[in-house]
């Protein structure tokens, strides 16, 4: 059993950045397939970065892409998610998941994971 805990999270002004982080418990964190997904209010939840076991391999939706990092320290058991130069539309609930994965490659869907975080929320004002 895994559980994931989602900090950094609070309110900026467009333009500004925000770090979070999403520390994980258990022994074979470092064997985990991690993801970053949001939910803005009155959507789906999508998805946003995701990272290989190694760290080797990251993943980003469009929409992020170029402003965003995914990174992981698996000593730390931490995954962190950089973000700058945020919009008023990066608003939202972002939660962090997880699966035990060994592959070269991240995972993508929601399905795919079996842990999340409770979530933490980011405010982008404009």
């Known amino acids: 059993q895994v559980q994931l805990v989602e900090s950094g999270g609070g309110l900026v002004q467009a333009g500004g950045s925000l770090r979070l982080s999403c520390a994980a418990s258990?022994?074979?964190?470092?064997?985990?397939?991690m993801g970053w997904f949001r939910q803005a209010p009155g959507k789906e939840r999508e998805f946003v970065a995701a990272i290989s076991w190694s760290g080797g391999s990251t993943f980003y939706a469009d929409s992020v892409k170029g402003r965003f990092t995914m990174s992981r320290d698996n000593a730390k058991n931490t995954v962190y998610l950089q973000m700058n130069s945020l919009k008023p539309e990066d608003t939202a609930v972002y939660y962090c998941a997880g699966r035990a994965y060994s592959g070269s490659y991240y995972l993508l869907q929601e399905y795919e994971y079996d842990y999340w975080g409770q979530g933490i929320q980011v405010t982008v004002s404009s």
């Open positions: 258990g022994r074979t964190f470092s064997r985990y397939a």
